[in-house]
Structures are given as C-alpha cells and as structure tokens.
C-alpha cells in the first residue's frame, strides 16, 4: 500500500497539467489509502494492547493528514482558487502554527504567495482579523509580529494540525 501512495504522491507532483478535479481525486485516493493503513495498524495495536504503538500510530497519522492538506494548499494554482479574505485565515493560522507551535505546514513560496495576495488587496479585504496585520510583516513575508492570536485562530490551527479540520 505505501507503494501505491508513494506512486500516487509522485504522478501528483508531476502531474501540472492535471486539472484541479483529477488531482484532487488522485488526493482523495492516497488520503482513503493512508486512513486505512493508520486504522490498520490502530487495530493491530489495540489487538496487542501497546500503548506506545497506539500513541505514535495517531501522531504518525496526524503527520500524515497534515502532509496531505499542504498537498491540497500547494495545488491551488498561486493560491488564484482562494480569495483574499480566505487568505487572511491562512495567514493566520499558518503564522500560529510557525511562531506560536513550531511547525511548518506550508512551503516558504506558498506563504508569500499568501502574503503577496493579501497585500495586493488589502483595501477590499473585509476580514476581522485584518487589523492583527501589518502591511509591512506581509511585505517582509512574515506573521512574528502577531503576538495575540484569536481563539478561532488558534483552536481552528490546532484542529487542521491534528489533521480534523480541512480549510
């Protein structure tokens, strides 16, 4: 099976002129694949009843969904697909995750792209959390700056890092 995903995971990366239908199929596919291996193996471990194997089964599958959502994020085409406002979510909670958790979910080109986004429409944008923004930590490319997270920001982030929440 891992094979099979690894194939799947390879046609996708090369695979640029695929309409954005068939690549999500093909991520559709590769995610029902993982969730089976995980529950799988979840099985197996509460078959024998290892504690430590259960643990690092759910941290494994966790990685796993959070690789596959990075996947979905980079498909979307120079985030064209997301509007501005949507954006601004992005920024957020990928600048929670990186300054406030440790943890990177996006590549550093798709996060400028975020911030590139956001900058070219900053007067149209209608979001609550604008104001949390500086146009200069979107110019530099950065969230550092954000030192006071929303609690939807932070427990949606939380959420999509432990691979329950989709964007």
């Not at 979840?42 to 078959?47: E, F, N, R």
């Not at 990685?63 to 990075?70: A, M």
Request: glycine share 4%; hydrophobic share 35%.
């Amino acid at each position: 099976m891992d094979d099979l995903v690894k194939r799947l995971r390879v046609h996708l990366h090369r695979a640029d002129s695929l309409d954005i239908e068939a690549a999500n199929c093909i991520t559709g596919l590769a995610d029902e694949i993982e969730r089976l291996r995980a529950a799988l193996q979840l099985i197996a471990a509460d078959v024998t009843g290892n504690k430590h194997h259960q643990a690092q089964f759910r941290q494994d599958t966790a990685i796993e969904q959070i690789y596959e959502e990075k996947l979905q994020l980079q498909m979307l085409n120079q985030i064209d697909d997301l509007s501005p406002g949507r954006c601004v979510s992005w920024y957020m909670m990928c600048s929670y995750l990186y300054y406030q958790k440790d943890e990177s979910v996006i590549s550093d080109e798709l996060f400028d792209q975020i911030c590139k986004k956001i900058l070219d429409n900053w007067k149209d944008i209608k979001h609550p959390h604008k104001r949390r923004i500086k146009k200069s930590d979107l110019e530099a490319g950065t969230g550092y700056a954000i030192k006071k997270y929303p609690s939807i920001v932070m427990s949606s982030a939380d959420r999509w890092l432990a691979g329950e929440y989709d964007g």
